[in-house]
Structures are given as C-alpha cells and as structure tokens.
C-alpha cells in the first residue's frame, strides 16, 4: 500500500487532502506536533518541523509527502522560520526519493498583475512575507532542476468552506451575519475577490499528486471565476439566510490604528493590495488538463451555511 505523508496535518488544506486520500483507499500518515486522526486508518507521527532529524523520521517510507503547514502569521517567525522547514522537507524528501506537493498561496507573485494571476505570472513580491514564500519556492524549484527532486506546488486563493478555521471569509462575513452582526471587509468593498473552496482545493491537489503529468509544474486550483467582491458575498449569504445586514468596510487609517492593539491587523497593512484592488486566481490551466470545475460560490456559501 503506498504513504502519503501530511507535513502540518489537521488545517483546513491537510484535512481535505486525508479525505481524498481515504477515498482512495490510500495510507495516510498526519505530522504535527499534535496531530490527530481524520479517519481511523491514519498513522499518527508527532514532529516539529523545526527539527531536520524528526521531519526526515516523518517521512520514511513515504511514496508523496504534502507540505501544507501554516505556522504563526507574523512576517517575523515566517522569516525565521519558513526557510528552516522548507530546507528539512527538502532533505527529506530528497533522502527519502519520495515526491514533494507544496501547498502554496499567492503572496510571492507581483502585486501589479493581482487582476489575472496565472501560473505564469512572475514572482516579483514587495511585502516581507511574499519574500519569504519567494526564497522558499527557490529553494524547491533549484532541487527541481538539480534533478535530486520531484516535486509540484498546487496554488489556492483565500479559502472558505465547512467548517474552515482562519478564514477570513468566514470571519467576516459568515460568522458575523450568523451571529446577527453586521459583516466587515478590508479597504474596499466593491474590489473582486477570489476564493477558493476548500474540498475543491484537496480533490484537485491529491488528483494532481496521482497524475503522472503534473510534476514538476505549479497549478492553480480550481477556483470560481465569478469571483464576487464583498458586497456580493454579503448579499449572497443575506439571500441565503434571509438576512438584510450591511457591509462594514475598514479603512485603511483604522486598519493600522487598530494594528497597535491587533495582533493579527498589523500584519495586513503590507498587503492591502489583494483587498484594495480587483483579486482573481485563473484556474483554467487545470480545469483544461484535469476536467476540474470549480464550485460555484453561492453552492460553496450554502454548504458552509449547512443549507
């Protein structure tokens, strides 16, 4: 039977991949400090990323490992940090011979082509933190042409779906109309913006991870090109939960006062460009090559809704 090893298992991403892979009857091994069982099947590894000696014990016997980790959201510790557990993945795979899916998002791409991203659009990132994602994607595509590594970063945009823990969308939006407060956005509320639907994102990923094809290539995961702004998103789950709430937009003024008492809010000013100006992931590269379809934003609201 083959392993497939998840690298920062039990996210929203690490959670959906294990369900693909439990469909297909495939051996799942959760890493994390304290990981937890998605399906009774799963080999349970506790690892620090951190350490090269634990992360290369995590991935033994591994046919396709899954780097899907998301660690503190401070462009201070990704800079420390990123770097070292790119570089114990790396040796590890390497070691190992087992293939490498790097779960990726949009920050090393240049802010000026936020309007059409594709897999071609060029790494040219200003904020600190597309820096870091830029050293590390590096750092994989030299292992790459070396020849020492196989591997394939699968791209998403912000994601939502059920249950989602640390999106925005959710946050927001979702929660907040649930809750019978008035949603909130970040500098503009007219500006378009992808998302990406969370069971799309791990049946894409593990499907491209199965293809014989897909490697050593980056892809966007399927994504709903309709790409609501978020006072489309507000209306849709107004619709869908007859509610008639209205959209609170922060500016950025209030963003970077609020930064001094937020943790989590001093970290956004630096890329008030995905929120500020029209944000759209093309998928169509795998949608073409796999057959992948999106799901549309309204069904993705509703199931988040439970509806």
């Known amino acids: 039977m083959k392993l497939h090893t998840i690298l920062g298992a039990n996210g929203n991403i690490g959670d959906a991949i294990s369900h693909e892979l439990n469909l297909k009857s495939i051996q799942v091994r959760q890493v994390s400090r304290n990981p937890t069982k998605i399906h009774e099947t799963d080999q349970l590894f506790a690892a620090d990323l951190l350490h090269p000696a634990q992360v290369a014990e995590a991935v033994k016997g591994s046919d396709i490992v899954y780097l899907c980790a998301g660690i503190t959201y401070s462009a201070k510790i990704w800079e420390r940090d990123w770097p070292i557990i790119m570089r114990n993945t790396l040796d590890a795979c390497i070691a190992e011979k087992c293939k490498l899916v790097f779960f990726d998002n949009m920050y090393a791409l240049d802010p000026e082509a936020i309007g059409h991203l594709t897999e071609k659009t060029p790494m040219n990132p200003k904020s600190r933190k597309g820096k870091v994602r830029k050293q590390i994607l590096e750092m994989l595509l030299k292992e790459v042409i070396s020849g020492k590594l196989t591997a394939l970063v699968a ?153």
């Open 155 to 307: 791209r998403a945009a912000d994601f939502y779906g059920p249950k989602a823990k640390n999106s925005f969308l959710h946050e927001l939006v979702i929660d907040r109309i649930k809750a019978g407060k008035n949603p909130q956005w970040l500098y503009s509320g007219t500006k378009k913006h992808s998302f990406t639907y969370i069971p799309d994102a791990g049946r894409a990923t593990v499907l491209l991870a199965l293809h014989e094809n897909s490697w050593n290539e980056t892809w966007n995961l399927p994504t709903d090109p309709s790409y609501p702004s978020g006072q489309e998103i507000t209306q849709l789950v107004n619709e869908l939960l007859g509610k008639n709430t209205t959209l609170s937009v922060l500016p950025g003024f209030l963003i970077w006062i609020l930064g001094w008492f937020i943790g989590p809010l001093k970290e956004i000013p630096e890329l008030k460009y995905q929120t500020s100006e029209d944000y759209c992931l093309d998928s169509s590269k795998i949608e073409n090559a796999l057959g992948l379809k999106p799901t549309p934003i309204r069904e993705g609201l509703k199931a988040c809704l439970n509806l």
